[in-house]
């Protein structure tokens, strides 16, 4: 009788256990299920939901950014969306990246009024894109500026003799591949660089010229690479006025805007996902007391900028000059 009723004991434990485990894996299923909705709804209700001013936040290192540029021509077909602010923080990016986001704010400036809002950074690209904007607002300590092109490859060459390493190639003509980081730089290859730079120099001055109240001669005695604070900034008129986001929407509320609107971010749908790796990524952060493990951690480290194909519009400054 005792092992009988042993047996009734565990087969109770067991189907308790059993309860437990099911109703665990129910309300999983339902909050996956609830995130999931959520993040396929959210542009949507933003969309159809109450006039508001979009808030688009562009930071870190400048990339041709697909699902940016759809995000942008979204809200610019928004009938809810009365303005927008550009959120900008990032020391630039490359060239390409900066011109495709130019041109799709250029487009959305045409539907709606669209002004700048500068955080700690706005250089290089991240100033290009800036100036695709109707207005700028900086910081009085934002820095702003480094307005120029550069190019940047490694010369390996004297470390690969050092280990008794070369590269062999055959090719078409002498500036084929070039340059290579297995070779050192010859002036013929450094004239056709700098060719290639200054024509990009010569487009981006060209854009400060047609987007700020400045003349050819005023752009070019800024655009030496040299940065700015906002300050410094605003008396050279690479910005329009000091502040932030409150000062954003009392320019947009000059141009018709309901200044009493409420400033909706619209997310980038990737790294909302709730199944995203950034997402998980930040969500097993958090869960190994790492909360600063997430989206920003390839920009933290610098991760981001290794890999950078073209043309640069990028502020690096030298470490020295920081007491680095």
Excluded: N
């Excluded at 949507?44 to 699902?67: M, N, Q």
């Excluded at 003799?161 to 070369?166: L, Q, S, W």
């Excluded at 700020?212 to 690479?238: C, H, M, N, W, Y």
């Excluded at 996902?273 to 790492?290: D, H, I, K, N, R």
């Amino acid at each position: 009788m005792a092992d009988r009723a042993d047996d009734i004991i565990d087969r109770r434990r067991l189907r308790r256990k059993l309860t437990f485990w099911r109703a665990a894996a129910l309300v999983i299923v339902v909050l996956a299920v609830a995130a999931l909705s959520s993040w396929a709804m959210r542009d949507r209700l933003a969309s159809t939901g109450g006039s508001h001013i979009a808030k688009v936040k562009i930071e870190g290192t400048i990339v041709e950014d697909e699902e940016l540029l759809k995000r942008l021509e979204r809200i610019a077909k928004a009938d809810s969306v009365k303005g927008v602010i550009l959120s900008i923080d990032s020391p630039g990016g490359t060239t390409v990246g900066g011109e495709a986001i130019y041109e799709a704010v250029r487009k959305l400036a045409e539907q709606k009024p669209v002004v700048a809002q500068v955080g700690t950074l706005a250089a290089s690209a991240g100033y290009m894109i800036a100036s695709a904007t109707d207005h700028i607002v900086a910081r009085q300590s934002s820095i702003v500026g480094s307005i120029g092109v550069l190019v940047q490859f490694p010369d390996v060459s004297e470390l690969m003799a050092k280990i008794g390493v070369k590269v062999e190639g055959v090719k078409s003509s002498p500036l084929k591949a070039e340059p290579s980081p297995f070779s050192p730089t010859t002036d013929e290859e450094r004239a056709m660089l700098r060719a290639l730079v200054m024509d990009s120099y010569d487009w981006f001055v060209g854009l400060v010229e047609e987007r700020r109240p400045l003349s050819r001669a005023e752009v070019l005695a800024v655009a030496d690479g040299s940065i700015f604070t906002g300050r410094q900034a605003l008396e050279r008129k690479l910005v329009d006025g000091l502040g932030g986001e409150e000062q954003a929407v009392e320019w947009l509320a000059s141009k018709g805007v309901d200044g009493e609107l409420s400033v909706i971010e619209w997310k980038s749908s990737e790294s909302d996902s709730f199944f995203s790796p950034l997402a998980l990524a930040q969500a097993a952060g958090t869960l190994l007391g790492l909360e600063g493990l997430g989206p920003d951690v390839a920009r933290k480290i610098g991760a981001d900028r290794l890999f950078l194909d073209g043309l640069l519009s990028l502020w690096q400054p030298d470490r020295d000059a920081f007491g680095g």
